[in-house]
């Protein structure tokens, strides 16, 4: 299943041994059909967008089959709740696995075992301890499967086509969760095993996407330069927190992921608690729920496909304090229509901010690094987000919503604008970039002269990014 993670880190700290020195033009962002102009795009594309949907159907269903077998809210809970631990556990670890073996062995692999275990879980009459057991088996193949395609999709899109198509990912993976939730419990309060045959359906057709449409490269790491598999994911983590500007992409994700979920972990109490006469407290928590993806999806696609690659670059920085900015009004306890809009507004630009921080982050890692480094950020991701609903719950069981949430958005814009000011400069980056070709064996001919950040070029990226 899904990491569960609405900002899923995509293929970010995961690109690969052939990225291209393709530059796009300097007059503007890439197009749509660039990006689906590829082929082997259109079938990673494909493969991710039903397995999401998938997840989330049988995330919704499995949810409600496990209640009905056991009038448990809390093991209900538990079984929603399983997809997180494989990141919380071993994330990191299980994704180097991608970095020893071919992409596309990974991913078929990957969804060949999630497709059997699904099955498994759809037999009727199956333990309830089964189902969590067979679930968190299940999830454990999500890391080095999101690894692989994360490092997969920078050899696919060269320059500007990458941040495109992550901006895809993210918006069509945000759309995937609402589909999936309304399909799966619309499906399962019919019959939960079809929402689970579902899935498994949707792992097997995405194996064969990835299988016929993807080609097949050699690993990132070459079996003379594998260590210790503890050791290898040790140097992902070296590799993210010891370089500059890798710290500096890692830190700016990680503090907007702490008030990003924060509208949608409350969403539940807040609506029932502030919703009033005016709506219903369902329908308030439906819209406070869906205000962010909706907001995540407008973001990623009008910011990545109508602005320039260097005007996006210097977004950066001020999106990243609007991001937080906007939640603030919440100090005023304001109806949840007006919350949704904060919400929507928040979406916006984390993800206007996102896909423009995983390219960098992408192009400034060296090859071998690519799936590790998709760990460590994609785990990060999981667990600050989670850290994030359960401290600003806690503290709204003491006081009231709209206070922790606007005081603690105050405190993200004081985070963010510590980390703008902190920002690497244009050099401190390029050069790290330039840094990460040479050591991939790809730095630009002499003869070239390399294009500075300003034109455009460093868009890609992202926690690919996760990230799920």
Request: aromatic share 6%.
């Amino acid at each position: 299943m899904v990491p569960g993670s609405h900002h899923e880190w995509p293929a970010t700290g995961t690109m690969e041994a052939m990225v291209s020195d393709e530059r796009p033009s300097p007059e503007g962002p890439a197009t749509f059909r660039e990006v689906f102009a590829q082929s082997e795009y259109r079938a990673v594309f494909a493969a991710s967008t039903l397995t999401w949907i998938g997840d989330y159907v049988a995330k919704a269903a499995v949810t409600l089959l496990v209640y009905r077998e056991t009038q448990s809210v809390a093991l209900s809970a538990a079984a929603f709740a399983v997809s997180y631990l494989p990141w919380l556990v071993g994330g990191p670890l299980l994704a180097t696995i991608a970095e020893r073996h071919r992409y596309r062995q990974v991913m078929v692999v990957c969804d060949l075992v999630r497709m059997a275990l699904m099955l498994l879980v759809a037999i009727p009459g199956m333990p309830v301890p089964v189902i969590l057991a067979l679930l968190f088996a299940t999830t454990l193949a999500n890391p080095p499967s999101q690894a692989a395609r994360s490092a997969l999709l920078p050899l696919i899109l060269p320059g500007d086509r990458l941040v495109l198509g992550l901006s895809v990912n993210a918006s069509v993976g945000q759309a995937a969760q609402v589909v999936g939730y309304l399909l799966g419990a619309a499906v399962a309060t019919v019959n939960p095993t079809a929402a689970l045959l579902m899935n498994a359906g949707a792992f097997a057709l995405s194996a064969a996407l990835v299988r016929l449409g993807v080609g097949d490269r050699p690993p990132a790491m070459a079996s003379e330069h594998r260590s210790h598999l503890l050791r290898e994911t040790a140097a992902g983590f070296r590799m993210v927190f010891y370089t500059p500007v890798l710290r500096a992409i890692a830190i700016l994700v990680f503090s907007a992921m702490l008030f990003s979920i924060v509208p949608e972990g409350l969403a539940a109490a807040w609506a029932n608690e502030h919703a009033g006469e005016s709506m219903d407290p369902g329908l308030a928590q439906a819209v406070i729920m869906a205000a962010t993806p909706v907001g995540f999806i407008l973001g990623g696609l009008l910011i990545g496909r109508t602005v320039a690659p260097a005007r996006r670059l210097l977004l950066l920085r001020p999106l990243a304090v609007v991001a937080p900015l906007s939640l603030v009004p919440a100090l005023l306890d304001p109806p949840p229509v007006v919350v949704a809009l904060l919400a929507a507004t928040c979406g916006f630009a984390v993800a206007g901010m996102l896909p423009v921080a995983n390219g960098l982050f992408v192009q400034a890692l060296p090859d071998g690094f690519r799936a590790r480094a998709f760990g460590v950020m994609a785990t990060g991701v999981q667990v600050i987000q989670g850290a994030a609903v359960l401290v600003t719950g806690l503290l709204s069981e003491r006081f009231p919503i709209p206070i922790v949430v606007g005081v603690w958005s105050a405190a993200g814009v004081v985070l963010m604008s510590l980390v703008a000011l902190r920002w690497p400069d244009q050099q401190t980056v390029t050069a790290s970039i330039e840094a990460a070709r040479a050591n991939s064996g790809h730095a630009p001919p002499r003869r070239r002269p390399t294009t500075p950040p300003e034109a455009g070029h460093l868009g890609p990226g992202r926690p690919r990014h996760p990230v799920t």
